[in-house]
């Protein structure tokens, strides 16, 4: 499963830096209560990147 996934996530054009790692380290966190903020802490940073790249990707192409 996480072969095929992380071959998902390479053929993204615009992705966040170790994105694939960053995921998994998401997922792992989620797993316990006890490491669930550190989850949402990674998780949004990701997110944060995310939106970034695709707001300056998309002023560029226009």
Do not use: D, G, H
């Not at 694939?20 to 209560?33: C, G, N």
């Not at 949402?40 to 695709?54: G, M």
Request: proline share 3%; glycine share 0%.
């Amino acid at each position: 499963m996480w072969k095929r996934s992380e071959q998902y996530i390479a053929s993204f054009r615009i992705k966040p830096e170790n994105c694939y790692e960053r995921i998994r380290k998401a997922i792992k966190l989620s797993a316990e209560p006890e490491t669930i903020e550190a989850c949402y802490v990674v998780w949004r940073k990701l997110v944060e990147e995310l939106e970034k790249l695709v707001e300056e990707n998309f002023v560029r192409e226009e």
